[in-house]
């Protein structure tokens, strides 16, 4: 795999949006043939409830995560 996606799964994160951010990443995944080059996993919270929902791509943490800052990023896995 080249890159590595993980969602917070808590349940905080989940409420505040990654719900819909993971049907979102899902999808450009699928959308963009991008199955062999990214491995999307699960997190257990990370404890940074008031800045969440949280992603992390290659090792870099993203907060307060929207569909609007999903597509910037998920362009450069390309």
Do not use: T, W
């Not at 940074?48 to 896995?77: A, Q, R, T």
């Amino acid at each position: 795999m080249e890159h590595k996606i993980k969602v917070c799964m808590g349940s905080s994160c989940f409420a505040r949006g990654n719900m819909n951010n993971l049907d979102y990443i899902e999808s450009f995944i699928s959308e963009n043939n991008l199955e062999a080059k990214v491995e999307l996993v699960g997190a257990h919270c990370q404890d940074k409830c008031e800045s969440g929902p949280h992603i992390f791509i290659d090792d870099k943490e993203y907060d307060e995560v929207d569909e609007e800052m999903l597509k910037d990023v998920l362009e450069n896995l390309k």
